[in-house]
């Protein structure tokens, strides 16, 4: 039994107070997953990103001043940096989520995600495995490597089909998807040839607080309350599966406490939504929150745009794997969490400034000031 988190996992990590090292935490999920560790565990956390447009301190902000918390930050493709981690932090285990996010970036800009994606994933697997062949044997045995990945590994699916399992083919169609099964394939050969211990996860689309406004959901909100048009790729009836962020920071720390080694778990939602059944309801709930804004209802600003080339038509999760073996279900219906996320993001409008000051965000979403 775990003696840390024993009501959620019951689970074999388990001592208390081991160190994590999480990359990619100054990102949407990777900052969740902090929160959930320094509030829900008694780990450390060793944060390593390197603060990309998508990154930001303004997300670090809620959590910086934890004494349990270090940021270090470094682009994981710098292999000497990486071993500099390694050697003065000396972590239990790696929850690796830095990474490129964004599938319409990956179609203007597939470089970076070659590069952060495969080559950092390589860099980081490289580090671990000399880091773990040269601990002793009761480091070796608990150290984890949790490599976090997207079910858009998995390619489209059509509309009647069955949702993806751990053992649907994988078949990605846009660049960033082909970069992440990639990374994928990487982390199962440095365990099949190398012996690392590692677990996968392959999760479906997130909402929540701090996603960065590139993607739809907060996207849409600043465009709505702006009384911009709000773009509809295509006729959308594209369909996604919808999971609360903080339930899946949960599904994460089980599958690395309790995931069996070599194993990869799917983690959904059990929420499709076609995209305009989804604007639809977010317009709704800004009906209600944002009654004066200069167009309401909100639903007419729906504007249907040129569609994404390649655009995967649907996407769903069998998670029956995790919920049998680990015993993990969202807990956050969506109706719930779509208000949650709207309230925040009224509430943090100065934050969503902050973060689309870049370079690159303001100008291609037209959100600058
Ligand atoms: P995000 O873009 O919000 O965050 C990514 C973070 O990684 C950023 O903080 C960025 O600075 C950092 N980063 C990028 N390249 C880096 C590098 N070379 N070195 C160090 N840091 C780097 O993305 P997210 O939505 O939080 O996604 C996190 C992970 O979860 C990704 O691996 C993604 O593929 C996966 N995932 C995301 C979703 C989703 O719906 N957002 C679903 C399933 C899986
Ligand atoms: O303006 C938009 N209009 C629109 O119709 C945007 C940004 C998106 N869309 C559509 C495209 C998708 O069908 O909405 C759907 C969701 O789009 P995104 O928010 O860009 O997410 P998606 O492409 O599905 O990928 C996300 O989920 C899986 C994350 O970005 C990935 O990192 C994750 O792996």
Redesign the pocket.
Do not use: M, R, W
């Given at each position: 039994m775990c003696i840390l988190c024993a009501q959620f996992c019951g689970g074999n990590f388990g001592e208390a107070g081991l160190k994590i090292l999480v990359?990619?935490?100054?990102?949407?999920?990777?900052?969740a997953l902090i929160r959930y560790l320094l509030e829900r565990t008694d780990h450390d956390v060793v944060n390593?990103?390197?603060?990309?447009?998508?990154?930001?301190r303004a997300?670090l902000s809620a959590i910086n001043n934890s004494p349990r918390h270090l940021f270090e930050q470094?682009?994981?493709?710098d292999g000497d940096a990486l071993e500099r981690i390694f050697a003065s932090q000396r972590p239990d285990a790696v929850m690796?989520?830095?990474?490129?996010?964004?599938v319409d970036r990956s179609i203007d800009r597939p470089a970076d995600f070659i590069?952060?994606?495969i080559v950092?994933t390589y860099q980081l697997l490289e580090t671990a495995l000399a880091y773990f062949r040269a601990s002793d044997e009761k480091a070796r045995k608990r150290f984890r490597f949790h490599h976090?990945?997207?079910?858009?590994v998995y390619g489209a699916l059509a509309p009647e089909g069955p949702a993806f399992t751990e053992t649907t083919a994988y078949a990605p169609n846009s660049p960033?998807a082909a970069s992440?099964a990639a990374s994928d394939h990487l982390v199962h050969a440095w365990h099949r040839t190398y012996g690392l211990p590692v677990v996968l996860s392959?999760?479906?689309?997130?909402?929540g607080p701090?996603?960065?406004p590139e993607?739809l959901i907060p996207l849409c909100i600043l465009k709505a309350i702006r009384g911009e048009p709000i773009p509809v790729y295509g006729r959308g009836e594209n369909v996604r599966d919808w999971l609360f962020v903080e339930d899946?920071a949960e599904a994460l720390y089980r599958v690395l406490s309790d995931g069996r080694i070599g194993e990869r778990y799917n983690v959904g939602g059990d929420c499709e939504l076609s995209n305009l059944e989804l604007v639809k309801k977010l317009c709704a709930v800004l009906d209600e929150q944002r009654p004066d804004d200069p167009v309401v209802p909100h639903s007419k600003l729906i504007t249907y745009v040129t569609d994404r080339p390649g655009h995967d038509f649907r996407y769903a999760i069998d998670a029956g794997k995790i919920q049998n073996e680990l015993g993990w279900r969202p807990t956050t219906d969506f109706e719930p969490g779509l208000h949650k996320t709207v309230s925040w993001y009224l509430d943090n409008l100065e934050w969503c400034r902050t973060v689309t000051q870049g370079e690159y965000a303001g100008e291609r979403l037209g959100l600058r000031d």
């Open positions: 990359t990619g935490g100054a990102g949407f999920i990777g900052s390593v990103d390197k603060l990309s447009y998508s990154g930001s997300t470094q682009d994981i493709c690796h989520l830095a990474a490129e996010s964004h590069q952060s994606n950092g976090i990945s997207t079910d858009e960033y992440k392959n999760c479906s689309n997130n909402y701090f996603q960065f993607k899946h």
